[in-house]
C-alpha cells in the first residue's frame, strides 16, 4: 500500500461510563420516594433540600389574566382622557367631597387636582357624583323614616281628651282669627304706631330690682296670669313664689329632693287674698284670719313643678307641701311643665325620649308620645290650645296637633339641642332657641324657618313672645345677658346685661310691664321700662 492511497479514518464515538452507585445512596433515594408517596413531611435534614408539590400553575391563565388587566388599564386611561371635569376649581372641590375624597392634598394646586377627580371618575364612573346623591338622598329618607314619629296606643281617656281640646281649641280659633280680621280693618298706621310704641318701651328697659332667690342657681321663671305674681325653681329642691314687682317671698314650696328643672302657673292662678293681705299687713291677727279663709280654696291646683329625679308635683296656695304628684317619669328627668291654656291638661318633657300628656282632673296620664331621637327638653302650647311644640336634645322640634295626636311640622335647622320654644300670640309664627348661639321663627303656613337671629354668643336657655301682641321676642343666653328682638324685622332693641353669671330663664309679664330674667348668679331682677 502507497503513501498516495487515501487512508479513511475511522472517528472513535464517546463514550460516557457511569460509575456505579453506593448501596447506602440507593437506599436513601428509596426512602425519598416512598415519602413522596405516602405524603409524609420528614424534616429537612433527612429529606435534603428536595422540594416536593402537587400544585400546578396554568402559564396561559396567568398570562390571559396579566394581559387582560394591562389591557383594563388601557381602556380606563382612554376614558380619563375622554372625560368632561370642570375647570372651576370650587365645583372641582365639591365634587370630590361628595365623593368622600380629600379635597386638597398636601402640595396640591387646582391642575393636580382636577387631574385627581378625573382618576378617579376614571375608576368609579362618569355618574359616581349623581350616584352619591341619590345615595345620600335615600340615605337621609331612610333616616327620617327611623327618626319618625312613634304612636302608642293609648287609654280610652285619650279619645275624650282629644274630643275635648277639639271642642276647646275650635271656638277660640275662631275667635282669634275673628280679631285677627278686625285688626285688619284699622289703618296700617294706627297698627304700625301701636308696634313702634311697644318696641319703644321694650328698647327703654332698664334694672327695676334684683333679688337673692335661693342658695343654689335658680333654673326657672315665669309670671303668673294676673302678673302679681313670679314663681322661681332652684337647684337647692325648692319652688318659691314671689310678688311682683316688690319681690317680696309670699311662699316656698318643699318637696323636691334634688335640682328642680322648671316650675309654672296654672293658666287661671291669680294673686289670693291672704297674700295681698300678706304683702300689705304682717301683723300676727291678720295671719290667723289668713288661715281660716283659705281653707276653702285648698284643692285648687294653683302650680306645678317638676325635677331632675322625675318626679312632678302639683302645688296650691295654701300648703307648703305637694297637693299632688304625677307618677311615671322617674327615673328619667323631667326638664319642663307646660300647663294647656285651658288649665285642665299638663305637659312634661322627659329625657327617656318622650313627652306626657296629664289629665289632672283624673291625675292620669293620657298621652305618651315618643318622636325625638334624644331626650325631649321644651315644650310650649299654641294659645288656642290645639298646637304642641316640642324641642329636643337632637337639634330638631317638632309641632303635634293635640286633636289628633299627628305630627304637623318637623322643624329642621337647629345645630344644636333645642333648649327653649314659644309660640306666638297670633297663632301661625313659633320661635325656638337652641345651642347653636340661635333663634330661628317658623312659619306654620309656609311649614319652613323664615328667619334665623344670630342672637348670641353663647347657647340660648329660653325665648319668649311679647304675651299680648308679639311685638318684640326676649331671648336669653348662658353670655350673662339677654336681649330683645323687634317683630318682624327681628333688630335688636336692647341688651339686658347685670347678671354676674349665665341666664337660666327669662319671662314677660302678661300685662307687659316686667321682665325676669334668672340666673346661675343665685339672683333673679326684674326690668320695666324707664321712660322718665
Same mark, same amino acid.
Given at each position: 500500500?502507497?503513501?498516495?492511497?487515501?487512508?479513511?479514518?475511522?472517528?472513535?464515538?464517546?463514550?460516557?461510563?457511569?460509575?456505579?452507585?453506593?448501596?447506602?445512596?440507593?437506599?436513601?433515594?428509596?426512602?425519598?420516594?416512598?415519602?413522596?408517596?405516602?405524603?409524609?413531611?420528614?424534616?429537612?435534614?433527612?429529606?435534603?433540600?428536595?422540594?416536593?408539590?402537587?400544585?400546578?400553575?396554568?402559564?396561559?391563565?396567568?398570562?390571559?389574566?396579566?394581559?387582560?388587566?394591562?389591557?383594563?388599564?388601557?381602556?380606563?386611561?382612554?376614558?380619563?382622557?375622554?372625560?368632561?371635569?370642570?375647570?372651576?376649581?370650587? %365645583?372641582?372641590? +365639591?365634587?370630590? @367631597?361628595?365623593? =368622600?375624597?380629600?379635597?386638597?392634598?398636601?402640595? *396640591? /394646586? &387646582?391642575? !393636580?387636582? $382636577?387631574?385627581?377627580?378625573?382618576?378617579?371618575?376614571?375608576?368609579?364612573?362618569?355618574?359616581?357624583?349623581?350616584?352619591?346623591?341619590?345615595? %345620600?338622598?335615600? +340615605?337621609?329618607? @331612610?333616616?327620617? =323614616?327611623?327618626?319618625?314619629?312613634?304612636?302608642? *296606643? /293609648? &287609654?280610652? !281617656?285619650? $279619645?275624650?281628651?282629644?274630643?275635648?281640646?277639639?271642642?276647646?281649641?275650635?271656638?277660640?280659633?275662631?275667635?282669634?282669627?275673628?280679631?285677627?280680621?278686625?285688626?285688619?280693618?284699622?289703618?296700617?298706621?294706627?297698627?304700625?304706631?301701636?308696634?313702634?310704641?311697644?318696641?319703644?318701651?321694650?328698647?327703654?328697659?332698664?334694672?327695676?330690682?334684683?333679688?337673692?332667690?335661693?342658695?343654689?342657681?335658680?333654673?326657672?321663671?315665669?309670671?303668673?296670669?294676673?302678673?302679681?305674681?313670679?314663681?322661681?325653681?332652684?337647684?337647692?329642691?325648692?319652688?318659691?313664689?314671689?310678688?311682683?314687682?316688690?319681690?317680696?317671698?309670699?311662699?316656698?314650696?318643699?318637696?323636691?329632693?334634688?335640682?328642680?328643672?322648671?316650675?309654672?302657673?296654672?293658666?287661671?292662678?291669680?294673686?289670693?287674698?291672704?297674700?295681698?293681705?300678706?304683702?300689705?299687713?304682717?301683723?300676727?291677727?291678720?295671719?290667723?284670719?289668713?288661715?281660716?279663709?283659705?281653707?276653702?280654696?285648698?284643692?285648687?291646683?294653683?302650680?306645678?313643678?317638676?325635677?331632675?329625679?322625675?318626679?312632678?308635683?302639683?302645688?296650691?296656695?295654701?300648703?307648703?307641701?305637694?297637693?299632688?304628684?304625677?307618677?311615671?317619669?322617674?327615673?328619667?328627668?323631667?326638664?319642663?311643665?307646660?300647663?294647656?291654656?285651658?288649665?285642665?291638661?299638663?305637659?312634661?318633657?322627659?329625657?327617656?325620649?318622650?313627652?306626657?300628656?296629664?289629665?289632672?282632673?283624673?291625675?292620669?296620664?293620657?298621652?305618651?308620645?315618643?318622636?325625638?331621637?334624644?331626650?325631649?327638653?321644651?315644650?310650649?302650647?299654641?294659645?288656642?290650645?290645639?298646637?304642641?311644640?316640642?324641642?329636643?336634645?337632637?337639634?330638631?322640634?317638632?309641632?303635634?296637633?293635640?286633636?289628633?295626636?299627628?305630627?304637623?311640622?318637623?322643624?329642621?335647622?337647629?345645630?344644636?339641642?333645642?333648649?327653649?320654644?314659644?309660640?306666638?300670640?297670633?297663632?301661625?309664627?313659633?320661635?325656638?332657641?337652641?345651642?347653636?348661639?340661635?333663634?330661628?321663627?317658623?312659619?306654620?303656613?309656609?311649614?319652613?324657618?323664615?328667619?334665623?337671629?344670630?342672637?348670641?354668643?353663647?347657647?340660648?336657655?329660653?325665648?319668649?313672645?311679647?304675651?299680648?301682641?308679639?311685638?318684640?321676642?326676649?331671648?336669653?343666653?348662658?353670655?350673662?345677658?339677654?336681649?330683645?328682638?323687634?317683630?318682624?324685622?327681628?333688630?335688636?332693641?336692647?341688651?339686658?346685661?347685670?347678671?354676674?353669671?349665665?341666664?337660666?330663664?327669662?319671662?314677660?309679664?302678661?300685662?307687659?310691664?316686667?321682665?325676669?330674667?334668672?340666673?346661675?348668679?343665685?339672683?333673679?331682677?326684674?326690668?320695666?321700662?324707664?321712660?322718665?
Amino acid at each position: 500500500m502507497s503513501d498516495d492511497e487515501d487512508v479513511i479514518v475511522v472517528k472513535k464515538p464517546r463514550q460516557v461510563h457511569y460509575g456505579s452507585l453506593e448501596e447506602q445512596e440507593k437506599a436513601r433515594l428509596a426512602a425519598l420516594a416512598a415519602a413522596a408517596r405516602e405524603g409524609v413531611e420528614e424534616s429537612g435534614k433527612e429529606l435534603g433540600d428536595i422540594q416536593i408539590s402537587n400544585e400546578y400553575m396554568e402559564l396561559e391563565e396567568e398570562i390571559s389574566r396579566d394581559k387582560k388587566a394591562l389591557l383594563e388599564e388601557f381602556e380606563r386611561r382612554r376614558k380619563a382622557r375622554q372625560l368632561n371635569v370642570s375647570t372651576d376649581d370650587d %365645583e372641582v372641590r +365639591r365634587s370630590l @367631597r361628595q365623593l =368622600g375624597e380629600p379635597v386638597c392634598l398636601f402640595g *396640591e /394646586g &387646582p391642575a !393636580e387636582r $382636577r387631574v385627581r377627580l378625573r382618576d378617579l371618575l376614571s375608576y368609579l364612573g362618569e355618574d359616581a357624583i349623581h350616584k352619591k346623591l341619590e345615595e %345620600e338622598e335615600a +340615605r337621609i329618607e @331612610r333616616d327620617r =323614616g327611623r327618626e319618625g314619629t312613634w304612636y302608642h *296606643e /293609648g &287609654p280610652p !281617656e285619650l $279619645r275624650d281628651a282629644r274630643l275635648w281640646i277639639a271642642r276647646y281649641s275650635l271656638p277660640r280659633a275662631k275667635h282669634r282669627l275673628n280679631k285677627a280680621r278686625e285688626e285688619l280693618q284699622l289703618a296700617g298706621s294706627v297698627r304700625a304706631a301701636a308696634k313702634q310704641e311697644s318696641q319703644r318701651r321694650a328698647s327703654a328697659v332698664s334694672i327695676y330690682c334684683s333679688q337673692i332667690g335661693d342658695t343654689r342657681p335658680i333654673s326657672f321663671c315665669r309670671f303668673s296670669g294676673d302678673s302679681q305674681m313670679l314663681i322661681t325653681s332652684s337647684w337647692s329642691g325648692l319652688v318659691k313664689v314671689w310678688s311682683v314687682p316688690d319681690c317680696e317671698l309670699l311662699q316656698t314650696l318643699a318637696g323636691h329632693t334634688c335640682n328642680v328643672s322648671a316650675a309654672a302657673f296654672h293658666p287661671h292662678a291669680q294673686l289670693p287674698h291672704h297674700f295681698r293681705d300678706k304683702i300689705e299687713k304682717k301683723d300676727e291677727e291678720m295671719k290667723v284670719s289668713v288661715e281660716m279663709d283659705t281653707d276653702e280654696s285648698s284643692k285648687a291646683v294653683a302650680m306645678a313643678s317638676c325635677a331632675y329625679d322625675g318626679s312632678v308635683h302639683l302645688w296650691n296656695f295654701v300648703s307648703d307641701s305637694p297637693l299632688a304628684s304625677l307618677e311615671g317619669h322617674g327615673p328619667s328627668r323631667v326638664s319642663r311643665v307646660e300647663f294647656h291654656p285651658s288649665g285642665r291638661f299638663l305637659a312634661t318633657t322627659v329625657f327617656d325620649h318622650s313627652w306626657r300628656l296629664w289629665d289632672l282632673e283624673t291625675q292620669k296620664e293620657v298621652l305618651h308620645q315618643e318622636g325625638h331621637a334624644k331626650p325631649v327638653y321644651s315644650v310650649a302650647f299654641q294659645c288656642d290650645g290645639s298646637l304642641i311644640v316640642t324641642g329636643g336634645m337632637d337639634a330638631f322640634g317638632r309641632v303635634w296637633d293635640a286633636r289628633t295626636g299627628r305630627c304637623v311640622m318637623f322643624l329642621e335647622g337647629h345645630l344644636g339641642p333645642v333648649l327653649g320654644a314659644d309660640c306666638a300670640p297670633a297663632g301661625h309664627h313659633v320661635a325656638t332657641a337652641a345651642a347653636d348661639h340661635q333663634a330661628k321663627i317658623w312659619d306654620l303656613r309656609r311649614r319652613a324657618a323664615i328667619y334665623t337671629i344670630p342672637a348670641h354668643t353663647h347657647l340660648l336657655s329660653d325665648v319668649r313672645y311679647q304675651r299680648s301682641h308679639g311685638h318684640f321676642l326676649l331671648t336669653s343666653s348662658y353670655d350673662k345677658s339677654a336681649k330683645l328682638w323687634s317683630n318682624p324685622a327681628w333688630h335688636p332693641l336692647r341688651t339686658l346685661s347685670g347678671h354676674d353669671n349665665k341666664v337660666m330663664s327669662a319671662d314677660i309679664s302678661m300685662d307687659n310691664k316686667y321682665i325676669a330674667t334668672c340666673s346661675y348668679d343665685r339672683t333673679f331682677k326684674l326690668w320695666t321700662p324707664d321712660l322718665a
